[in-house]
């Protein structure tokens, strides 16, 4: 069984940085693409941030320059670094990885069970 577990949720203030961590855990053989996903209250979820096996990175336009997703291959763990944080930023995080399993062919998408993160003064 395959787990994502987010954490470095949390209540920031406006213009202030966060950290957020998603680390995979249980059996498999490797990861192949992983990605943050926010879904605000009303909203549809969005996809935030993309990093390929070869860490090439995309960003949807409103977090440019803003957040940084990178990952760590020996932790099995992406990570959202979240600076100049606006009240728009306010949603529930969520991080997605396709993984590689015995006995599977191709890969298999996986969520995590999200991670609230709330801009406000």
């Known amino acids: 069984q395959v787990q994502l577990v987010e954490s470095g949720g949390g209540l920031v203030q406006p213009g202030g940085s966060r950290r957020l961590s998603c680390a995979a855990s249980?059996?498999?053989?490797?990861?192949?693409?992983m990605a943050w996903y926010r879904q605000a209250p009303g909203k549809q979820r969005e996809l935030v941030a993309h990093?390929?096996?070869?860490?090439?990175?995309t960003y949807i336009g409103s977090v440019k320059g803003r957040f940084t997703i990178s990952r760590d291959h020996a932790k099995d763990t992406v990570y959202l670094r979240m600076n100049s944080l606006k009240p728009e930023d306010t949603a529930v995080y969520y991080c997605?990885?396709?993984?590689?399993?015995?006995?599977?062919?191709?890969?298999?998408?996986?969520w995590g069970q999200g991670t609230q993160v709330t801009v406000s003064s």
């Open positions: 997605k990885a396709y993984i590689r399993q015995r006995l599977v062919t191709g890969l298999l998408p996986y």
């Open positions: 249980g059996q498999f053989l490797g990861i192949d693409n």
């Open positions: 990093i390929s096996a070869g860490s090439v990175t």
